[in-house]
């Protein structure tokens, strides 16, 4: 059975840091993207970051660059997210997600239904 699963989330203060990690199994997802999505309470699902299977192609969306990071270790079959500079509208619930298609030197997908697996999200709560 294939899973990813999330673990980092937690509450933190404006300003604050938090990592988020992600582990898979049942595949190796070496030469796939993965990245995360979030969804805050009364809104949808949106895309946050992904990276390329080598790590080498990264994409963001606007409102996280130059706070937020993605990597990989694909020794371990893991990718983060550290997160700088939190702010209050970061919070929600974020998703872990996998791509079923090779995307290892390519950019990564940011449309969710290009994503086959998700993991069961980690809140991350930031107060003001």
């Known amino acids: 059975q294939v899973q990813l699963v999330e673990s980092g989330g937690g509450l933190v203060q404006a300003g604050g840091s938090l990592r988020l990690s992600c582990v898979g199994s049942?595949?190796?997802?070496?030469?796939?993207?993965m990245g995360w999505f979030r969804q805050a309470p009364g809104k949808v699902r949106e895309f946050v970051a992904a990276?390329?299977?080598?790590?080498?192609?990264?994409v963001y969306i606007d409102s996280v660059k130059g706070r937020f990071t993605i990597s990989r270790d694909n020794a371990k079959n893991t990718v983060y997210l550290q997160m700088n500079s939190l702010k209050p509208e970061d919070t929600a619930v974020y998703y872990c997600?996998?791509?079923?298609?090779?995307?290892?030197?390519?950019?990564?997908?940011?449309?969710?239904?290009?994503?086959?697996?998700w993991g069961q999200g980690t809140q991350v709560t930031v107060s003001s």
């Open positions: 049942g595949r190796t997802f070496m030469s796939n993207a």
């Open positions: 990276l390329s299977g080598s790590g080498g192609n990264t």
């Open positions: 997600t996998a791509t079923h298609v090779t995307y290892y030197h390519t950019n990564p997908p940011v449309g969710w239904s290009d994503y086959a697996y």
